[in-house]
């Protein structure tokens, strides 16, 4: 099965940095990946997703990235404010499969002011 | 449009009893809902796949007789957890995906269960 790693696990940046955040996956034949954001006893809100025929995708402050050789794709959070602070999830998925989302492990994210 | 819901969002319940989780698309029909645990600090889990008017499809390790799962309609499943234990205490969220199946999977908010 799918098995997806997720780096780092917490991560601290003053406001107006950037965030980035690296997972990698092991099945090649996913091809979704969305990324969550949840916080504190929330759902998991989709803010960005990319599919496998895409190398990078852009929506206002957040940007993703997807390597397919590697199977690493990237979070990258331009401008943090303090209200980006929260736990955020990639997740991989082969869409031919049953459509099952496998998780990393989170990044808890705090941005300081 | 694409709300997921679910009922109750929080619950406390002796050892030894069941307890029923609701979770319903409000917006659109789900041939497909997901159910997953989470504990603190922890990922999402998938515990099962729920297909409407077929038997889920459990992830390896998570009992089907302590977990059971309905899904009989296109905008309803539930997640029943029987004879419950503390350590069954955790955060179950459930998701829909619309039909016909897309890739995008919309997340409910979540339940509380709390097994004293």
């Known amino acids: 099965g799918e098995n997806v790693e997720q780096h780092p696990s917490t991560l601290s940046v003053q406001e107006g940095d950037s965030a980035v955040i690296k997972c990698t996956y092991s099945?090649?034949?996913?091809?979704?990946f969305p990324w969550y954001k949840q916080e504190l006893g929330k759902r998991p809100q989709l803010i960005i997703d990319?599919?496998?025929?895409?190398g990078e995708k852009k929506d206002q402050r957040i940007a993703v990235t997807l390597n397919k050789t590697a199977k690493h794709f990237s979070l990258h959070i331009t401008e943090t404010q303090p209200e980006d602070s929260a736990v955020y999830f990639c997740?991989?998925?082969?869409?031919?499969?049953?459509?099952?989302?496998?998780f990393g492990t989170g990044t808890q994210l705090k941005v300081e002011l | 449009g694409a709300v997921v819901s679910q009922h109750p969002s929080w619950v406390i319940c002796k050892s030894g009893t069941s307890v029923k989780i609701e979770c319903r698309s409000l917006d659109f029909q789900a041939t497909t809902m997901f159910w997953y645990r989470q504990f603190p600090k922890q990922s999402l889990m998938l515990m099962a796949t729920s297909n409407e008017g077929s038997k889920a499809t459990y992830e390896q390790g998570v009992e089907k007789d302590k977990f059971l799962i309905n899904h009989a309609s296109l905008t309803l499943s539930t997640l029943t957890v029987t004879s419950a234990h503390p350590e069954d205490s955790s955060f179950y969220i459930c998701?829909?995906?619309?039909?016909?199946?897309?890739?995008?999977?919309?997340f409910g908010p979540g339940t509380r269960l709390t097994v004293l």
């Open positions: 099945d090649s034949a996913s091809n979704y």
């Open positions: 997740a991989a998925v082969f869409t031919g499969g049953g459509n099952k989302l496998t």
């Open positions: 998701s829909a995906r619309r039909a016909p199946a897309t890739d995008t999977q919309y």
């Open positions: 990319i599919r496998s025929n895409v």
